[in-house]
Nanobody, 117 residues
Framework: QVQLVESGGGLVQPGGSLRLSCAASGSISSDYNMAWYRQAPGKARELVAIITTGVTNYAGSVKGRFTISSDSTKNTIDLQMNSLEPEDTAVYYC????????????WGRGTQVTVSS
């Protein structure tokens, strides 16, 4: 069982930056994908960024602005968000999922990011 706790959300002006962090209760093995998702009001949850087998991928809407990273010594997964836009407003969720075991899929409770002037 892995517990995830997100932090770092808040209110920021357009063009600003935020850094989200996700703290895991235990070690995350290399068998797991690590990702950030977001869900805006009235919309489906969408993948923002993912690390899988050491490779990072991003949604087209955030590519070049967001960077996902992980620190195995601290058991954290971070999301650096730059050049934020009002469209980035959402609840952001941390996720780790085993590539081999379907029931090993863990979510944090989310952190609110609001981009507004």
């Amino acid at each position: 069982q892995v517990q995830l706790v997100e932090s770092g959300g808040g209110l920021v002006q357009p063009g600003g930056s935020l850094r989200l962090s996700c703290a895991a209760s235990g070690s995350i093995s290399s068998d797991y994908n690590m990702a950030w998702y977001r869900q805006a009001p009235g919309k489906a949850r969408e993948l923002v960024a993912i690390i899988t087998t050491g490779v990072t991928n991003y949604a087209g809407s955030v590519k070049g602005r967001f960077t996902i990273s992980s620190d195995s010594t601290k058991n954290t997964i971070d999301l650096q968000m730059n050049s934020l836009e009002p469209e980035d407003t959402a609840v952001y969720y941390c996720n780790v999922r085993s590539r081999f075991w379907a029931d090993r899929n863990y979510w944090g409770r989310g952190t609110q990011v609001t981009v507004s002037s």
